[in-house]
């Protein structure tokens, strides 16, 4: 039974002396060495979970909970029943409009269908036009509900359960990132051993570094992981998957081979949040 959830690699570039044989002006045999940068795979691992670490990360988040509500931060039921005390999430106005949008958008996809039919027999231009006149309206009708709906979910965003979540978020990544090491089969954690604030210390220290093809690990890890513990992945083609549908435009093929590749830096703080609930 493999130890892993999933195993990616990451480009590391390296300069390294590479020598070619050629002949002088004389015609005698000379080897030449310069130095070139290439890309060398790194292999990281995500470990798979036991009973003993699952329950760590539960514990871990009821006391990060404890922590939020005894620092002054509303619970979701608390903040949401405060604000039906108040009359609700919007204005007045806002549930007004916020209903006139979902009548246009249901109308507009009626109206669509019926074009797409063809009911009123319209020439191919006219119908094409119609369409795309409807499309367009549609997406704005959509992209105002979509605001509506940004808004009414930022207002959760400071709750005890929303701060408790992302720090259990960075405790698993601290957890279970490990790095292959280098001519070996053996894998070591990433932040190395210890308690939270332990390894979170190493992060930092990894941080500064600013090593890329590190930073590139730690910002597939953060994202994979948020996709994990939300149970919208969980298995290793469910994690290959994801990867190829968020990083693989990004990245180029591991090959040993002259390059100037740049991976993206990651931010001060690892963003988290990337999986919906």
């Known amino acids: 039974m493999s130890k892993w959830l999933y195993q990616f690699n990451v480009n590391r570039e390296k300069e390294v002396e590479e020598s070619t044989k050629t002949k002088n002006e004389s015609g005698e045999e000379v080897t030449v060495t310069k130095k070139i940068k290439k890309n060398f795979p790194v292999t990281f691992a995500i470990k798979k979970p036991n009973r003993r670490l699952y329950e760590d990360g539960e514990l871990f988040f009821g006391v990060a909970l404890s922590e939020g509500i005894k620092a002054g931060l509303l619970t979701r039921q608390l903040l949401a029943k405060r604000y039906d005390n108040d009359g609700g999430f919007m204005s007045e106005s806002d549930k007004q409009r916020y209903a006139e949008l979902y009548k246009d958008l249901f109308e507009k996809e009626n109206e669509l269908q019926k074009l797409q039919l063809n ?18 309206t549609t997406a704005d009708i959509r992209r105002e509900l979509q605001d509506f709906e940004t808004s009414r979910s930022s207002i959760f965003d400071q709750t005890a359960e929303n701060r408790a979540k992302n720090k259990t978020l960075m405790w698993w990544v601290l957890n279970l990132a490990h790095q292959k090491e280098e001519n070996s089969d ?72 002259e390059s100037k590749v ?16």
């Open 119 to 136: 009911l009123e027999n319209l020439s191919e231009t006219d119908k094409i036009s119609r369409i795309s006149d409807v499309l367009v």
């Open 186 to 257: 053996k894998f070591l954690p990433i932040f190395g051993e210890g308690n939270y604030d332990d390894r979170l210390n190493v992060y930092d220290i990894i941080e500064e570094k600013e090593e890329l093809h590190v930073s590139e690990g730690v910002k597939k890890f953060a994202y994979f992981i948020s996709f994990w513990y939300n149970g919208q992945i969980n298995n290793e083609e469910e994690f290959k998957n994801l990867e190829n549908l968020v990083f693989a435009a990004e990245e180029p093929e591991l090959k040993e081979e």
């Open 262 to 277: 740049e991976a993206p830096k990651v931010e001060s703080e690892i963003k988290l949040e990337a999986a919906p609930e």
